[in-house]
Nanobody
């Protein structure tokens, strides 16, 4: 089992920055592909970024603004969000797979955090 706890969400003005953290307990994250998803009201959950041992990939909407990273020693994954826009407003979820390959849909991830709210005001 893997337990994931997100933190770092909040209210920020457009153009500002936030860093989300996802701390894991139970099992190591180092061999797993990890992802950050987001879900706005009335919308489907969408992948924002994913990372594995070989690199990272991003949704087109956040490329150049968001950076996913991991600290295996701390068993933690981060999402640095810069140049935030009102359309980035959503609940952000951290997710983990049981293997190391990239995955782009929510059903391919087995473990989920409870989510953290990010609100960007205009």
């Amino acid at each position: 089992q893997v337990q994931l706890v997100e933190s770092g969400g909040g209210l920020v003005q457009a153009g500002g920055s936030l860093r989300l953290s996802c701390a894991a307990s139970g099992r190591t994250l180092s061999s797993r592909a990890m992802g950050w998803f987001r879900q706005a009201p009335g919308e489907e959950r969408e992948l924002v970024a994913t990372i594995n041992w070989s690199g990272s990939m991003y949704a087109d909407s956040v490329k150049g603004r968001f950076t996913i990273s991991r600290d295996n020693a701390k068993n933690t994954v981060y999402l640095q969000m810069n140049s935030l826009k009102p359309e980035d407003t959503a609940v952000y979820y951290c997710a983990a797979r049981d293997d190391s390959s990239y995955a782009y849909t929510s059903r391919q991830y087995k473990y989920w955090g409870q989510g953290t709210q990010v609100t960007v005001s205009s």
